[in-house]
């Protein structure tokens, strides 16, 4: 009996021990048999050995950060996530993972209202962060800098002047509005683009040189309601000479801007009619078109041209007012966008109902975002300027979803309708040109009440993302550029055992073990 009693305790003795030690086993990762220390994870994906770059059997290769025979173009991640460099057969890579990704900033841009005979003057400076800057190139674009060598003579403006920073990685910008340069808009974008001899690197963030319009306008013409096909309804549209020195040989083109099938260049037209224009004008009348010439506006003086157009078909349009100096066109100003009906459509006054309608279209001229099924009467307005607080929180949300981002541009869109905020009654489409610079690699964000980005499902187009809206606020249109998407944060892992679990398998061990000790007891008794 006693050399029972001592085998079974010695039983038990020798399962603690040995229980103690996977519990050990179990604390600790396991380690590559490399000796490197790396931890090696469950996971639920089948092949996450091959995807990790972990021990690959069929090739013996043992390094998680190499590549082996068998590695080639698989699309390997390290520990962090990121996608280890593709290998074409002929020993080049196909998709370098380690491209450096430098920092611009861009500072000193005008805060102020500039005007003709100002100078404008910024620096841009490439932060290299170590990286070898040889073969790197610094494009800059400035909006108001690219208008003035457009108007000296250019037809087309020219390609964006790459700057070699292999020697220098900082870059002074300074021109001089000439003087009565015709400034067309309130403001103009400044950006900056660094690449190297094959790809874009980096792109800065989105800058506003602040301008003085060299005319003030407005244009009266009701689009609150449906326009019925064959009525004449009057417009008046006034520049005023907003500049210290006369403006001279100005000149007007009025046209409609209509979207419809029969509206083509050899088809129908609205017709226009000018009622009123200043003494010493003349107007010329085309197909589809008026031009009002000789036009002089002297400083602090305005201009007004007053007349009717009619429409022959249904459809959707825009009154068009294009600016000319000598003949050559610097700028442009329209209305908001109308629809027009046949009088079977519409009630006997033309109005609008509350019910959406799929041919409204709304468009803000400044960005060309148009919103498409909206209620008559209903204003579009989109802000691109807010606060650096709100772009900073938004900027720092998007890194978090997606990384570094080549481009991010943000568009507060809202609906307005008596001077009161709205919301579609039914979603909505709304068009988005794809910002100057931006790839088509794109995702776009909505922020949400809670302040949080969704993700919205949109379809590209060769120069316009568009997607269905059923709210407003911001929405945020990101360029993820040539980058890899980041697969580490779509893969799961499983976490690895810990002492917990190894202690409760111990504990019931322990027990098994006892019962097998009360059992030879028993059994003794009962022999």
């Not at 036009?295 to 602090?300: E, K």
Request: net charge negative.
């Amino acid at each position: 009996m006693r050399t029972r009693k001592f085998v079974a305790l010695l039983l038990v003795l020798v399962m603690s021990l040995t229980m103690g030690g996977m519990a050990a086993f179990a604390e600790e990762p396991e380690k590559d048999s490399s000796g490197s220390g790396v931890p090696v994870f469950e996971t639920d994906t089948p092949n996450a050995l091959e995807m990790t770059g972990f021990n690959d059997a069929e090739s013996g290769d043992t390094d998680p950060n190499s590549v082996g025979p068998d590695d080639t173009n698989t699309g390997d991640i390290d520990l962090n996530g990121t996608a280890l460099d593709e290998t074409e057969p002929d020993g080049t890579e196909s998709n370098p993972a380690e491209k450096p990704q430098p920092g611009i900033t861009v500072t000193g841009v005008p805060t102020t209202p500039v005007k003709a005979g100002d100078t404008v003057s910024y620096t841009v400076k490439v932060d290299p962060e170590g990286a070898d800057m040889a073969g790197w190139k610094l494009i800059i674009n400035d909006g108001l800098k690219e208008a003035i060598d457009t108007r000296n003579g250019q037809e087309e403006p020219g390609e964006a002047e790459k700057i070699d920073i292999s020697a220098k990685n900082e870059v002074t910008v300074s021109y001089q509005i000439p003087e009565k340069f015709y400034i067309s808009e309130d403001s103009f974008s400044v950006y900056a683009e660094v690449e190297d001899e094959e790809t874009t690197l980096e792109m800065s963030d989105f800058y506003e040189i602040p301008a003085q319009k060299t005319l003030t306008s407005s244009i009266v013409f009701d689009t609150t309601k449906k326009l019925i096909t064959g009525r004449e309804y009057p417009f008046t549209a006034t520049w005023t000479n907003a500049v210290d020195y006369t403006i001279e040989n100005f000149s007007v083109e009025i046209f409609n801007l209509t979207c419809s099938e029969g509206y083509t260049e050899g088809g129908a037209h609205a017709a226009l009619k000018v009622t009123k224009i200043p003494d010493g004008a003349s107007a010329e009348v085309s197909k589809g078109a008026i031009s009002v010439n000789q036009l002089s506006i002297p400083a602090g003086g305005t201009v007004t041209i007053s007349g009717t157009v009619s429409f022959p078909l249904k459809g959707s349009g825009e009154l068009r007012f294009s600016e000319m100096i000598n003949g050559a066109l610097v700028g442009q100003i329209g209305t908001p966008a109308y629809e027009i009906v046949t009088a079977e459509a519409s009630d006997e006054n033309g109005n609008g109902t509350s019910t959406p309608q799929p041919g409204t279209v709304l468009k803000d001229n400044a960005t060309g975002i148009t919103v498409s099924g909206t209620e008559t009467g209903v204003e579009l307005k989109v802000e691109t300027s807010i606060s650096q607080e709100k772009k900073k929180d938004i900027e720092d949300k998007v890194k978090k979803l997606v990384g570094d981002a080549r481009g991010i541009k943000i568009f507060d869109i809202s609906l307005w309708m008596d001077n009161k905020e709205i919301q579609p009654g039914t979603p909505v489409t709304v068009t988005i040109p794809i910002p100057e610079g931006f790839s088509k690699n794109l995702v776009l964000y909505h922020q949400n009440t809670q302040g949080e980005l969704d993700r919205v499902d949109i379809n590209i187009k060769e120069s316009t993302v568009s997607f269905e809206a059923k709210s407003f606020s911001p929405y945020i249109l990101v360029d993820l550029g040539e980058k890899a998407a980041n697969t580490a944060a779509n893969t799961p892992q499983r976490a690895p055992r810990t002492a917990d679990t190894s202690s409760i398998m111990l504990y019931l061990m322990l027990a098994l073990a006892a019962g097998c000790v009360g059992v030879l007891t028993r059994r003794k008794v009962n022999n």
